[in-house]
Each structure stands twice: as structure tokens, then as C-alpha cells.
């Protein structure tokens, strides 16, 4: 994955448009909200965790462009915000390594500090 392409393209995107005086951070995060709402849609009242939910083409197309629509808006607000989200990424993943080691919580999923 190329991520400074992707983002890249987003930035154009919204540049060729005049879009950037609209992506500020608080806008761009209640955009997120709103998609990551819509993709919790798809699985709400679902059973068996919402893995049934993915049982014919178009809810996966549906669920995809979802994931698409946050995926964006996550690279659109840390473009926004100067952060590397590659690197903070792997610092969150280092951090929760460190959080729950494996000895510890392998098949729990109770919080680290219970």
C-alpha cells in the first residue's frame, strides 16, 4: 500500500474542489463518526458477531465501501494534522504489545488494567 499516493490523491481531491476550508479536524472527525456509524449499521441487531451478515455480494460491497469511506476520512484527517500514520500505527502497536503481553491475555479479552 501506498499511502502518500492515497493520500495525496485525497489531498488533490479536496483541492481541486475548494474542499480544504472544509476539512478542518472537528469536521473531518464528525465525518468519521458519521461513517464509521453507517458501517456499524450494516451489522446492527446482526448474530454470530455479524459474520452472517457477509453472506451475499452486495453487503460485502457495501461493508467495503464503508471501510473505504473511514479509511479515507483517517488519512484525510492525519494529512490534515501533519501525523504519520504509519508510524503512529506501529507506536500503538508496540505500545499494546507492551499493554497485553501474550502470557498474560492470549484468548482473554479483558481490559489490561482488570
Known sequence: ?????IRN???????DR???Q????????MALSVEVSELLEIFQWSKNGGLDEINDE????????EIADVFNY???LSD???IDL????HMKIDENELKYPVEKYKGSSRKYNK
Do not use: G, Q, S, Y
Open 80 to 82: 490534515v494534522l501533519d
Open 18 to 20: 475548494e474542499w480544504e
Open 9 to 15: 490523491r485525497l489531498r488533490n481531491f479536496a483541492n
Open 74 to 76: 483517517i488519512v484525510r
Open 86 to 89: 504509519e508510524k503512529i500505527a
Open 22 to 29: 472544509f476539512h478542518d479536524p472537528k469536521n473531518l472527525t
Open 1 to 5: 500500500m501506498d499511502l502518500k499516493k
Open 58 to 65: 452486495k453487503t460485502k460491497k457495501d461493508i467495503e465501501r
